[in-house]
């Protein structure tokens, strides 16, 4: 270990040189830069002694790749990322990799799945009632869920959770890091910015209509896909109408009346084109009746490339499900491998998803892998797990993108991002690496040194065990 | 129970010897009701001393050949053996053993036979769950014959808020105090698929508005609660629920315990924080059961107050000390975990003023064991509850 340490000192050393290389001038940058690269013993010392704030050792490195893909539209060749406390405080082009560097083929930023599902299962859905905008699915979500570890390890470092599509509308949803703090407070970006609903089959299921004497509290509506839309319509409409007449006041309006104020966006799940138009009419019926102007995202909207002219009307930004296995997906909804391509060329801001991602050919870099198949570039397939989701959920002051000042979350490559050949080989989020990270070209030379130290001592104590045998 | 107390006081009336190392005179300390000599024995009982090689207080401390002197229900003094004059005509009983308060069991079921829950309701903070106490049924013998004198009789962690647990004796079977915890289902458990809270967030919402918005009876006793005059037990399964009990209670100034935890690793700090107890549930042999001991002994390294539940008549009485002696096994000092069967417990419970030590002033509820207390190899020997002897094994015929 104690080697080891001194390896990280450097690091530090290097992460302050290119930070004082930033704030000169420009030209000035990249001699520095390199002529920093051999870090002179005596300035070492001075700067880990002499430090007044040290930095976390754990949340600071130097990586190096040879394509960084910033997710901003360019591609930085031969660039070093310096991340110091968690955040990334320089990026620097042209730069041979540091003996102490993390030096990988490709960095990109970490992925954001605005449609993951990594809750409680029911124990996330207030089934009591079906209007429920008051809950709050952050206080049902386990830090302790091994499945964060394996969002994260993935790729994903930030995630967008909605309650399961159980109810028509199920409340807040809440965008938090995947990994950190074992609190879903300290890891939460925004837990009050989407209600979420869903319109579709799902909320009807397990109800039924009650024969004879109730027997059970899913003796009720909605039973229909047509129930749903009047659960929708009777909520706002009673939400609206309770400021007049209070009689009509139930639990939540208050919630529902701030989002036709355009407070909360409204996250609607809805997977065929008949709800994507359901939502889409609701939204414009409310804003004809007076009631207000809901912003809206459709989640799950496999089908929103059937309607490009209404989508693109409504001002709907969307999130795609995981492309089907084969056939149809969710509610027998049709999304076709084009589909992104098809909202990319139609301007719609658009994230892909890979929901909970059991099998690994699901999670969400295989997803933008398809994309690509189905017609997106490279860098419209990193945008749409990175940027466009953080755009989508409000977040991009912090993540999304590889930018100075925003969350180190990153993810390490070992050959062009999305390929099927490439692998993800190290992800860090804040910072921190959810699994050890490939190993610097000091680390390789040390663990070689040490390797071949060992065999020579063994070559040497070979013959006297020998010996020793006879 | 009864039986056997008549046939004890008839031994020590007649003057049948005891088995061995057990004299008649011993069997005085059935205190003044079984003395031919006393008068109105209710009040002015005869003071008895048992002389012990070994007493445990409770608290940690422990006395080498004490004599604890016991007049009617209570302690009257406990001393080392040259500690200074006994009261006047005091009784001399010489035990063989090491000798330590009754043990407490935290959330109990026992003799309820399920009246501790409504199915229709799980929201009753009102509820006194005395009302199903049942001091004749045969349960109470086998707590007894555990050495446990106390028991918090509490509801399941299936209720939201399952209402007011008392502290009972099985032994005398006297209600040692009413409403000692409000139990609160804070967990998985208290989630149901057919009826509100179906979710956590349902769950969490209707708790947060029952402690501030309730009015009436319900609205003291919450009010109770959050003046930290009546604290709660906080039933909880996972981590998750660890933290929102704890973030809960510390919300609303709450004190008392959580229960049903197996993993504590990464909460406790939380825990602490929250100011709150823990209970440690029975603790099984083999499975799961060593890894929950290293984790209640970790939970009391940092300090938090533990005690332990056995959850009868669903375990064995005698699992309760089997998983303190569990926990010993994985480190904790036997100390501990005496204090956690006993006067740790007894301040969870809010009865540390009547019973969990051996001291002037408490319940004389007494277990002479036949070696260290937290060690399985020592059995119960007597039973003194409310300074009558309940138990001896000497005559109980499952302990022959």
Redesign the interface.
Known sequence: MKPRRSILRLVIVRGAIVLAACVTAAPALLAQSEKAAPAPPALDGAASDGAATKPDTQRSWTLHAREVHTSTGTVLENAAVVVVDGKITAITPGLVAPRDAVAVHAVTAGFVDAGARIH?G???????DEI?P????A???????VRWKRLASSGVTTAFIA?PERDVIG?FGVALKTQGA??VAARTLAGQSFVTGVIGNSPSSGNSPAFGTPS???NRRPTTRMGVEWEWRRAFFDAYAATRFPEREFAGAEILREVLAGEHTLYVTAWTTADIRTAIFLKEEFQREGFGEVSLVLEAAAEAWKEPKLLERSGASVILPPFPRQGRGTDQSLMPLETPKLLADLGVLFALSAHDGRDPNERLAFQAGLAMRGGLTREQALVAVTLAPARILGVEGRVGSIEVGKDADLVLWNGAPFAATSGIVGVLVDGVPVASLPATAAQAAEAKEAKEAKEAKEAKEAPKTTSAAK | MINSLLLLSLAAWTGIPGPAGVTGAELLSTSGAGLPSSSGAETRATAVGLRVGRLHVGDGTVLENAVVVVQGTKVLSVSAADGGPLPKDTVIIELEGELSPGLVALRDYATMRGENVDATRNVMPTADLAWAFDPDHRDTQALIAAGITTAILAAPGTELVGGLAPAVDPGSGAIVKRGALLCVGAG?RA?A??????????Q??ELERLFTTSTGAAGQVFQRAKQRTLPVLLDVT???DV??AAAFAKRHGLAGALIGAMKWG??IEAVKDAGLSVVIGPIWVGGEGEEAARQAVRVARAGIRIGFAVDTPENHPALLRASAARCVRAGLEPAAALRALTSDAAAIAGVAGQTGKIAPGLEADLVLWSGPPTELTSRVLRVWSDGQIVHDAATAGSQQ
């Open positions: 409680d029911f124990a996330s859905v207030e089934q009591a429920q008051q809950r709050s699915v206080i049902t979500l386990d830090p302790f869920d309650p409340g074992p609190s059970s509290i899913y | 998985a989630l698929f057919n009826r509100f809270p179906t979710s956590t967030s349902g969490y919402d996972d981590r998750a933290l929102r990464d909460v």
